[in-house]
């Protein structure tokens, strides 16, 4: 058992971006703002705060976390860029992209971090309060999003503090995010993989690199033992309602969780209906799609039953994170 802590919030003004760095500096547990979800940071260097991360959220040790720095020249002492990574970064940093890298030599993130393997992910965010904080610091930060292990990522500074009050030092409030879904990982190690659909969708990446990507290796995204993505997990991203999806006809004492102009058949007998976008627009779908299941998780319906969402572009990270929201756990 931690003892509990009293977990201070404040708005995104200079004197709380000074709080939090030197909060990070001296070991402490800060959640702030990046464009895709609220990350919660430790300083990447200091395996003890990085344990403490791993406690507060209730994560397993295994899981390693993505270190966030301020720009490519601060990631290039972390990590070896091939070409396809060259690219990549150019064409998506700062934003919400993720890269999983061979680590480089004298990479000064603590093992812990990286849960000793030898890649590294590595991302440079494109919020302007990440990246105060992380100019600020001037060492890398991991960042893993700043919800209990399991629970869906907080998009909102209260989303956080629900999940981790009383086990961190500080809440950075910057407003909801805007991407609203966690950033897209490519393991550029061989030949470039999607590990994990995200803000960046895949046929603007396969744009970037001239070609398709390829897809993780069969198997892996339900594998628990140390999966390459352990975040990967079926059911990581889990509200604790059941979820039904694609569902076109809403039974008595469904929450609905809708997308579109027109409302499934008897939407009239749910519960209570909230819509990621009336007017069917996938970016903004994914802005809204944790804090709408949050919000629904809530409810206390027997079930949220999720309309269905187109496939292409954000809608593939979408229907990622409802499928493993709808996992059995
Ligand atoms: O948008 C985001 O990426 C947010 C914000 C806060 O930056 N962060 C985030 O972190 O989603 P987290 O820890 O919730 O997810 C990181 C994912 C996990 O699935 C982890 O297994 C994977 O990255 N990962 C980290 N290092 C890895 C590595 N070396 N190889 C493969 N996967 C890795
Ligand atoms: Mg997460």
Request: glycine share 8%; net charge neutral.
């Amino acid at each position: 058992m931690t003892t509990p802590l009293v977990t201070r919030l404040a708005r995104a003004e200079a004197a709380a971006i000074d709080d939090a760095v030197r909060l990070l500096e001296t070991g402490g547990l800060v959640a702030f703002p990046t464009e895709t979800v609220y990350g919660l940071g430790a300083d990447a260097t200091n395996g003890e705060a990085v344990a403490r991360l791993y406690a507060a959220k209730g994560r397993p040790a295994f899981n390693p976390l993505i270190a966030h720095v301020a720009d490519i020249a601060a990631a290039r002492a972390l990590a070896r860029f091939h070409a396809d990574a060259v690219r990549l970064a150019d064409a998506f940093w700062p934003g919400p992209l993720t890269l999983v890298l061979p680590k480089a030599a004298g990479c000064p993130v603590a093992e812990l971090a990286t849960a000793g393997l030898d890649s590294i992910a590595v991302r440079v965010p494109h919020h302007a309060v990440a990246q105060r904080i992380l100019a600020g610091c001037g060492r890398p930060v991991v960042a893993p999003s700043a919800n209990r292990s399991g629970h869906v990522s907080p998009t909102t500074a209260a989303h956080v503090l629900a999940d981790l009050g009383g086990r961190i030092d500080f809440i950075v409030d910057g407003g909801p995010t805007p991407v609203g879904v966690e950033s897209t990982i490519i393991a550029c190690l061989g030949e470039a993989v999607l590990l994990r659909p995200g803000g960046v969708p895949r046929d603007a990446i396969e744009r970037a690199l001239r070609r398709p990507l390829a897809d993780p290796p069969a198997g892996f995204a339900g594998a628990d033992d140390a999966p390459l993505a352990p975040g990967m997990l079926a059911s990581h991203y889990a509200p604790r309602t059941p979820l039904r999806r694609d569902a076109d006809r809403i039974e008595a004492g469904e929450a609905l969780l809708a997308f579109g102009p027109k409302l499934a058949a008897g939407a009239e007998r749910a519960a209570s209906v909230l819509n990621l976008s009336e007017r069917g627009d996938l970016i903004e779908a994914a802005a809204n799609l944790f804090s709408h299941l949050r919000a629904l998780d809530a409810a206390g319906a027997k079930c949220i039953a999720v309309m269905p969402i187109p496939r292409e572009n954000l809608g593939e990270t979408i229907n990622d994170r409802l499928s493993r929201a709808a996992s059995p756990r």
